[in-house]
C-alpha cells in the first residue's frame, strides 16, 4: 500500500495533475500546480546536492530503502514537496478540498519515512518547500 501511496508525490502524478487540470479547462489552476512544482522541485535539487544528506542506511552503510532510490541524497524530500506544492496550490484555489487533499500529501511524507527513504526532517522541509511554492505561485498566478 505504501508503495502505491509514494508514488502519488513522483513526477508522473505531479505533473500529470497539472495537465489534467489544464486539459479539463482549469488552465491557470494547472498552470500554477505546475509552477508551484517546478519551484518547489528546482529548490529540492539544490538543496539535495548542497547537503549531500546520506539516505537512512544500516551500520554498514547499506540503503535501508524498500522502494528504488532516485538518488543518493535525503534531504529534502522532493516527494513531499511536489505533493504539497502541487496539492496545496488546487487547496488555495478550492479551499474545500482541503480536507481530501491535504491528508493526501501528509501520507505521500509519512511513506517516504515509512518506506525508509527519508528522515522525518526530511519530509517536514520537502513539505515546507512545497507549501512556499504553491503560496508564492497562486499569490502570482491564481
Known amino acids: 500500500m505504501m508503495r502505491w501511496v509514494t508514488h502519488l508525490g513522483g513526477a508522473r502524478v505531479t505533473i500529470g ?35 549531500r544528506r546520506p539516505r537512512p542506511c544500516d551500520a554498514n552503510g547499506r540503503a535501508l530503502a524498500l522502494v528504488d532510490l532516485p538518488d543518493p541524497f535525503s534531504f529534502p524530500s522532493g516527494h513531499a514537496a511536489a505533493s504539497t506544492a502541487v496539492l496545496g496550490t488546487i487547496c488555495m484555489h478550492e479551499p474545500l478540498l482541503a480536507p481530501v487533499l491535504l491528508p493526501i500529501a501528509a501520507v505521500v511524507g509519512a511513506s517516504r519515512v515509512l518506506l525508509r527513504v527519508h528522515y522525518v526532517g526530511d519530509v517536514l522541509a520537502g513539505a515546507l518547500l512545497g507549501l512556499a511554492g504553491a503560496i508564492s505561485t497562486a499569490v502570482l498566478v491564481l
Open 17 to 51: 495533475l497539472g495537465l489534467v487540470l489544464m486539459a479539463a479547462g482549469a488552465v491557470r489552476l494547472g498552470l500554477a500546480a505546475l509552477i508551484a512544482n517546478l519551484a518547489s522541485h528546482l529548490a529540492v535539487q539544490v538543496l539535495k546536492r548542497t547537503v
